[in-house]
């Protein structure tokens, strides 16, 4: 199994995460849009024991969306790093990987939210809402 190294843009947080990702996609709904401040959110899904703060740990601040879900970013730069799900799976934002994931996104989610001047060109599976990952 390969350790993907990732960190924050300030590189306070630092993290590790095995190469072992359920899913990756790209979300286009207005929540991730504004978590990320950018069209959407390509993410990776994964086992929360396969994550791995290796620094900074108290650098992290949690942002409680829904009853499901936890933000993190960090409290310095704001980066976003992770959401966490009460169903102990982790989306991973993949912009934060220093390290190359054996896996690309495979689908877009959301898209019937999508911002307004983006046209998806790829031939990626899309779903109107979200599938149930």
């Not at 993949?94 to 896996?103: H, K």
Request: proline share 3%; hydrophobic share 30%.
């Amino acid at each position: 199994m390969e350790v993907l190294k990732g960190s924050c843009l300030c590189g306070k947080v630092r993290l590790e995460v095995a190469d072992e990702f359920k899913y990756m996609g790209n979300c286009h709904c207005s929540e991730c849009r504004k978590f990320t401040g950018s069209d959407y959110s390509s993410a990776g899904g994964i086992a929360l024991d396969k994550l791995l703060i290796i620094q900074g740990k108290e650098d992290i601040q949690t942002y409680q969306k829904s009853e499901n879900t936890e933000l993190c970013f960090c409290r310095h730069c704001g980066s976003s790093l992770y959401s966490k799900k009460n169903n102990g799976i982790v989306n991973i934002r993949l912009g934060v990987l220093d390290d190359a994931p054996s896996q690309k996104p495979s689908f877009h989610i959301f898209v019937a939210s999508k911002a307004p001047w983006l046209e998806i060109t790829d031939n990626l599976t899309q779903f109107e809402a979200g599938p149930k990952l």
